[in-house]
């Protein structure tokens, strides 16, 4: 009898503790949804610097410490021809001050440089073609957002983005990590 009261009192507090938690993550679901699409407008008007500002320091970061020494090395690489994603990230820096860009400039130089080269990334953003279907709260500090986005074919493709909080505010997380980004471009230059 004791083991079944024990079993109610943990569930009842679990269940409570779950209740609570799913309460207090429904007055951040706006939130998490705002940021989401605040991050899609800027990024399908093509302002890639603001953008940037919704993506988590940590990623930012990741790209200075990860994805900028690749891109320098890269520059200076002959086969960097081949791929304009270099010569259009550096566009209008001067050498010597290549290794001076923040994660917000290299976050918003790669969207540029991607998007020059594939241009049909910027449909890819547009609300227009996103349905949200809804938001997880993985944790108290993590959330995902669910949604179909509608290519430009008619179908409907199920994706998701993940989100986590920063100093009390929820910011985007980079689908491929930085430093996954950064092996990836180092193979295109061996």
Not at 140 to 147: G, M, T
């Amino acid at each position: 009898m004791i083991k079944i009261i024990r079993y109610l009192m943990l569930s009842t507090v679990m269940l409570t503790s779950f209740s609570v938690a799913v309460a207090e993550n429904e007055g951040e679901k706006d939130e998490v949804v705002e940021l989401f699409f605040e991050y899609l407008e800027a990024y399908s008007n093509s302002d890639f610097h603001r953008a940037a500002t919704f993506v988590h320091p940590k990623h930012l970061n990741d790209y200075e410490e990860y994805t900028l020494p690749v891109l320098i090395e890269a520059k200076s690489n002959p086969r960097s021809e081949q791929h304009p994603i270099v010569e259009v990230f550096f566009e209008g820096v001067p050498d010597d001050k290549a290794h001076e860009l923040t994660g917000i400039e290299i976050s918003a130089r790669l969207d540029n440089a991607m998007v020059s080269v594939l241009p049909v990334l910027i449909e890819s953003a547009r609300l227009e073609n996103l349905d949200i279907k809804s938001v997880v709260f993985l944790d108290e500090s993590r959330a995902r957002i669910n949604y179909d986005y509608l290519t430009g074919n008619g179908e409907k493709e199920a994706l998701e983005d993940s989100l986590a909080k920063y100093e009390g505010e929820w910011r985007i997380l980079l689908p491929e990590p930085p430093k996954q980004s950064a092996e990836y471009l180092e193979s295109l230059y061996q």
